[in-house]
């Protein structure tokens, strides 16, 4: 009998050691699952090799689903801007799409101006140091360099210039 209960003593005092290491083991998962959680959608975005300056400044929230790559990402209002002085881009406040390592597909919610029709921009391949922006029928390349930061709505890159323009011009002088 003293046998026998040295053994049960034994056990449940193993079985408690082992429900406690179980217990800090799940404590720490959900801590990493939570820490992954609260990465921003520029932080997800260069998890899959994708350049933070694929979204303007000034998303709200998103919600990624890891098994597929199907992603939201919300803005507070449409947003638009011109880059270079030559592409017109317009950002609805919801895009939608699928992302992988180097592509976003099947996007939905953005747009650039080609001539005096808005069409939208259906894929955006990286390949090396360099990013293809597809519209279904064509393509352009970008060096992915220029895309390091992100736009902000209204004025782009250059918005330090357009705020030292307002300034010298000011709303009542005229700049000629």
């Known amino acids: 009998m003293g046998l026998s209960a040295g053994f049960l003593f034994s056990l449940r005092r193993g079985l408690l ?16 699952m939570a820490a992954y959680d609260e990465l921003t959608a520029y932080e997800v975005l260069q998890s899959y090799d994708s350049p933070v300056g694929l979204l303007p400044k000034g998303v709200s929230g998103y919600d990624l689903d890891n098994s597929t790559g199907k992603f939201s990402v919300y803005l507070d209002e449409t ?3 011109s880059l270079e002085n030559s592409y017109e881009l317009k950002y609805k406040s919801t895009i939608k799409g699928y992302i992988a390592k180097d592509k976003l597909s099947e996007l939905e919610g953005i747009s650039v101006k080609v001539w005096l029709f808005w069409v939208n921009i259906v894929e955006v391949t990286r390949s090396s140091d360099e990013l293809d922006f597809s519209v279904g029928i064509a393509s352009a390349d970008f060096p992915v360099e220029n895309f390091d930061e992100s736009p902000e709505c209204g004025c782009g890159f250059d918005c330090d210039n357009l ?3 307002r300034i010298k011009t000011g709303p009542f002088v005229s700049s000629s």
Do not use: G, M, P
């Open 17 to 32: 050691s082992l429900a406690v290491l179980l217990c800090f083991s799940l404590l720490f998962f959900a801590s990493i």
């Open 163 to 165: 705020q030292l323009q």
């Open 79 to 81: 947003c638009t801007f």
